[in-house]
């Protein structure tokens, strides 16, 4: 059964820092291509970053590029959002995902206020 499981949300000022977790299991996960999505209050689910399966393409939202790190651990079969300069506007739920499965797993929430 294919799962992920989001970890390392919390509450942070503008301007700080937090690094989400993606625990998974289910796939072959050396060959996935991942994702990280988040949805904010009252808005669609918006695309955040991509990371290919040889962890050498990433892809970023514009709206985090330069300020969000994607990685992966093929080994511990995690993936990692390292994000930095954090706005308000980067409050919401943040899901992992890998290409080609419908799962989804709770999230994790992010909350940017003073």
């Known amino acids: 059964q294919v799962q992920f499981v989001e970890s390392g949300g919390g509450l942070v000022q503008p301007g700080g820092s937090l690094t989400l977790s993606c625990t998974t299991r289910?796939?072959?996960?050396?060959?996935?291509?991942l994702k990280w999505y988040r949805q904010a209050p009252g808005k669609e689910r918006e695309f955040v970053a991509r990371?290919?399966?040889?962890?050498?393409?990433?892809d970023y939202a514009d709206s985090v590029k330069g300020r969000f790190i994607m990685t992966r651990d093929n080994g511990k079969k995690m993936m990692f959002l390292q994000m930095n300069d954090l706005k308000p506007e980067d409050t919401g739920v943040y899901y992992c995902?890998?290409?080609?499965?419908?799962?989804w797993g709770q999230g994790t929430q992010v909350t940017v206020d003073s």
């Open positions: 995902k890998a290409d080609g499965y419908t799962t």
């Open positions: 289910g796939f072959i996960f050396g060959g996935a291509a």
């Open positions: 990371m290919d399966s040889t962890g050498r393409r990433k």
